[in-house]
């Protein structure tokens, strides 16, 4: 059994209690984790407070904490490999992905790095006679996060790069699902030279760690990926210490595809939209809208794909599609399934759990075509499709509207003014045309609805850890008057 430790006030402590962690390729305890409550939680958020106010952090220039962030970021580079199969043996994501994405991770702390020094104030032209006035901005103050299992090195670096861009200390929860790598993680931000206090990683459960943390007096904002009724726990807690937040909470994203497309162009997008990481992604294309014309040749297209995919041990390069993170994921995926096919939905490929350990569940496809089906609404946040057909693009535009969520959205079509008429059109937050998944530390990130609110990447993140200071200076010699002596 591995041990980890988590990391508060610059130390590595074993915490008040500890559990297990289980590999989800073979259903096995592998690692002793720390367990933190609300006395681990109060010391974070004190020594982050300290930090923020007093310590060295407080002391140094936007461009010192810039140097800081490049060399978290060359660290994160130099270990990608090993965060990245501590991933995987911890949540069950295949190594190709989490390899690939955690190299990236190190590309989003260089972009923040580079705009700690460029979040600037402003002077305001005033209406009034000698007085010069600015306006600041400043650190918001001590921010919570909490982060997911799934790709968490990524969810976590949109959040710690622009709150240290913007010269934030932090509190990081970990998922108690596979929180391994963010705890391996903390040994980077030791090794960068960040001072005491200004990043605390914790783990534990909702109830004794994350209710403590989202509701804690020393917090000033919380910044949450997940789902909306822990979204909803969170904003309840938030009323205590009337912190902000910026909330990222997934959806049931649509997939449109026009008889105009190239189909395979869009059914290999198709199949990464859904299937790659299990399906276990915030942006999950889960719903597939394709014109009627083309429905049969569509999904004949896909599901020769979805059949080739090679299910695997996560470890294993070879591997396509590794297992869900928990046995939870896998019986709440099988319990939605049921219920979607006593809908009248009809199974096109996949949906059968297959033997053996591990909590592996085949790429599903579900033609839910003129059904009320429930996977049309609820998110399985697995590798399950559904699928409904349409006739004409306003069709289209209001089944891909037809849901709470907002978060992301894919066009396929070769037709222009067609793609920005649905691009104005789309209530989501993201738009992909012709392509899906793509993101960038470049491009904002995040949703409407149920999907949340408050953006991840690009400057406008940065600028959500600030808040603004405005300064009035006099600039006349005289002396002010007297306020009760009429003139």
């Given at each position: 059994?591995?041990?980890?430790?988590?990391?508060?006030?610059?130390?590595?402590?074993?915490?008040?209690?500890?559990?297990?962690?289980?590999?989800?390729?073979?259903?096995?305890?592998?690692?002793?984790?720390?367990?933190?409550?609300?006395?681990?939680?109060?010391?974070?958020?004190?020594?982050?407070?300290?930090?923020?106010?007093?310590?060295?952090?407080?002391?140094?220039?936007?461009?010192?904490?810039?140097?800081?962030?490049?060399?978290?970021?060359?660290?994160?580079?130099?270990?990608?490999?090993?965060?990245?199969?501590?991933?995987?043996?911890?949540?069950?994501?295949?190594?190709?992905?989490?390899?690939?994405?955690?190299?990236?991770?190190?590309?989003?702390?260089?972009?923040?790095?580079?705009?700690?020094?460029?979040?600037?104030?402003?002077?305001?032209?005033?209406?009034?006679?000698?007085?010069?006035?600015?306006?600041?901005?400043?650190?918001?103050?001590?921010?919570?996060?909490?982060?997911?299992?799934?790709?968490?090195?990524?969810?976590?670096?949109?959040?710690i790069g622009p709150a240290l861009a913007a010269g934030c200390t932090?509190?990081?929860?970990?998922?108690?699902?596979?929180?391994?790598?963010?705890?391996?993680?903390?040994?980077?931000?030791?090794?960068?030279?960040?001072?005491?206090?200004?990043?605390?990683?914790?783990?534990?459960?909702?109830?004794?760690?994350?209710?403590?943390?989202?509701?804690?007096?020393?917090?000033?904002?919380?910044?949450?990926?997940?789902?909306?009724?822990?979204?909803?726990?969170?904003?309840?807690?938030?009323?205590?210490n009337l912190a902000s937040t910026s909330l990222e909470l997934g959806?049931?994203?649509?997939?449109?595809?026009?008889?105009?497309?190239?189909?395979?162009?869009?059914?290999?997008?198709?199949?990464?939209?859904?299937?790659?990481?299990?399906?276990?992604?915030?942006?999950?294309?889960?719903?597939?809208?394709?014109?009627?014309?083309?429905?049969?040749?569509?999904?004949?297209?896909?599901?020769?794909?979805?059949?080739?995919?090679?299910?695997?041990?996560?470890?294993?390069?070879?591997?396509?599609?590794?297992?869900?993170?928990?046995?939870?994921?896998?019986?709440?995926?099988?319990?939605?399934?049921?219920?979607?096919?006593?809908?009248?939905?009809?199974?096109?490929?996949?949906?059968?759990?297959?033997?053996?350990?591990?909590?592996?569940?085949?790429?599903?496809?579900?033609?839910?075509?003129?059904?009320?089906?429930?996977?049309?609404?609820?998110?399985?946040?697995?590798?399950?499709?559904?699928?409904?057909?349409?006739?004409?693009?306003?069709?289209?535009?209001?089944?891909?509207?037809?849901?709470?969520?907002?978060?992301?959205?894919?066009?396929?079509?070769?037709?222009?003014?067609?793609?920005?008429?649905?691009?104005?059109?789309?209530?989501?937050?993201?738009?992909?045309?012709?392509?899906?998944?793509?993101?960038?530390?470049?491009?904002?990130?995040?949703?409407?609805?149920?999907?949340?609110?408050?953006?991840?990447?690009?400057?406008?993140?940065?600028?959500?850890?600030?808040?603004?200071?405005?300064?009035?200076?006099?600039?006349?010699?005289?002396?002010?008057?007297?306020?009760?002596?009429?003139?």
């Open positions: 059994m591995q041990r980890f430790q988590y990391y508060i006030d610059g130390q590595f402590l074993d915490g008040e209690a500890r559990f297990p962690s289980v590999d989800p390729a073979t259903g096995k305890e592998w690692a002793d984790l720390p367990e933190a409550r609300e006395g681990d939680v109060d010391r974070a958020a004190n020594a982050a407070e300290q930090a923020l106010y007093n310590g060295a952090w407080s002391k140094m220039t936007a461009t010192q904490r810039g140097k800081l962030i490049y060399r978290l970021a060359d660290l994160v580079a130099a270990n990608a490999q090993k965060l990245a199969e501590l991933e995987t043996r911890d949540t069950g994501k295949i190594i190709r992905e989490t390899s690939a994405q955690i190299a990236y991770v190190a590309d989003y702390y260089r972009y923040y790095a580079g705009i700690a020094d460029k979040i600037e104030g402003s002077y305001l032209p005033i209406d009034k006679p000698d007085m010069d006035v600015w306006l600041r901005r400043e650190p918001i103050g001590v921010v919570a996060m909490v982060v997911p299992w799934n790709s968490q090195l990524f969810l976590s670096a949109v959040k932090m509190v990081v929860k970990a998922s108690e699902d596979g929180p391994a790598p963010l705890l391996e993680f903390a040994r980077l931000i030791h090794e960068a030279g960040f001072p005491a206090g200004v990043v605390n990683i914790i783990t534990g459960f909702g109830a004794s760690c994350g209710a403590a943390l989202s509701r804690h007096p020393k917090v000033a904002h919380v910044a949450f990926t997940g789902g909306p009724e822990t979204a909803r726990h969170i904003v309840r807690n938030s009323a205590e959806g049931k994203s649509p997939f449109i595809v026009f008889a105009d497309a190239d189909l395979e162009s869009a059914a290999n997008a198709q199949v990464a939209g859904i299937f790659a990481a299990t399906g276990q992604s915030c942006v999950a294309g889960s719903r597939l809208i394709v014109e009627r014309s083309i429905k049969d040749e569509f999904l004949t297209l896909l599901k020769g794909k979805a059949e080739a995919i090679r299910i695997g041990a996560p470890l294993d390069m070879a591997t396509e599609v590794g297992p869900l993170a928990t046995r939870r994921q896998q019986e709440h995926i099988a319990a939605l399934l049921d219920k979607s096919l006593q809908s009248g939905a009809r199974l096109v490929t996949g949906g059968h759990r297959p033997g053996g350990e591990g909590y592996y569940f085949p790429p599903t496809i579900l033609d839910c075509d003129g059904v009320n089906s429930p996977s049309l609404v609820n998110e399985f946040f697995g590798p399950v499709l559904s699928v409904v057909s349409f006739e004409t693009e306003s069709e289209a535009l209001a089944l891909a509207n037809d849901t709470q969520y907002g978060l992301a959205s894919g066009v396929f079509t070769q037709n222009l003014t067609r793609a920005h008429r649905l691009m104005k059109g789309i209530r989501a937050g993201i738009v992909w045309v012709n392509t899906y998944r793509a993101v960038s530390p470049i491009a904002p990130f995040g949703g409407f609805g149920l999907s949340g609110h408050g953006r991840e990447g690009g400057m406008a993140a940065a600028l959500d850890y600030t808040r603004t200071k405005t300064i009035w200076l006099r600039t006349s010699d005289d002396p002010i008057p007297d306020p009760f002596v009429m003139r």
